[in-house]
C-alpha cells in the first residue's frame, strides 16, 4: 500500500501561483509515476501533469507553460509549480502514483482562483 498526502492548496488571486507537494510513505519502492489531476465541480476528473521515474513529464494543453511537474525521489515526493494561475484552475487536486500495476489517490487539497 502506497499513502499519498497533498498539500499546499488555498484561495490565490488570478495571476498568482500556488505550489502543491505529494508526499508519498508506505510501499514506496518501485514506484513508476506520480502525478496530478483534477476535478471541478461538475466535471469529471482529468489530468493536469504526470512525471515518470526518469523525469519525462507530460502536461494537459490547459496547463502547458504555465504549471511544472517535478519530483524528489529522495524525498518520495512529488510536486506541482502552478504559475499564472486562472479561474478556470479552480477545483480540488489530487495525487497520484502508480506503482506495480496499481493507481494510488490522494484525498486532495481545494485550488480556488478568484479575485
Known amino acids: 500500500q502506497v499513502q499519498l498526502v497533498e498539500s499546499g492548496g488555498g484561495l490565490v488571486q488570478p495571476g498568482g501561483s500556488l505550489r502543491l507537494s505529494c508526499a508519498a510513505s508506505?510501499?514506496?519502492?518501485?514506484?513508476?509515476?506520480m502525478g496530478w489531476y483534477r476535478q471541478a465541480p461538475g466535471k469529471q476528473r482529468e489530468l493536469v501533469a504526470i512525471i515518470g521515474s526518469g523525469g519525462t513529464a507530460n502536461y494537459a494543453d490547459s496547463v502547458k507553460g504555465r504549471f511544472t511537474i517535478s519530483r524528489d525521489n529522495a524525498k518520495n515526493t512529488a510536486y506541482l509549480q502552478m504559475n499564472s494561475l486562472k479561474p478556470e484552475d479552480t477545483a480540488v487536486y489530487y495525487c497520484?502514483?502508480?506503482?506495480?500495476?496499481?493507481?494510488?489517490w490522494g484525498r486532495g487539497t481545494q485550488v480556488t482562483v478568484s479575485s
Open positions: 508506505g510501499s514506496i519502492f518501485s514506484i513508476n509515476t
Open positions: 497520484n502514483v502508480a506503482r506495480l500495476g496499481h493507481n494510488y
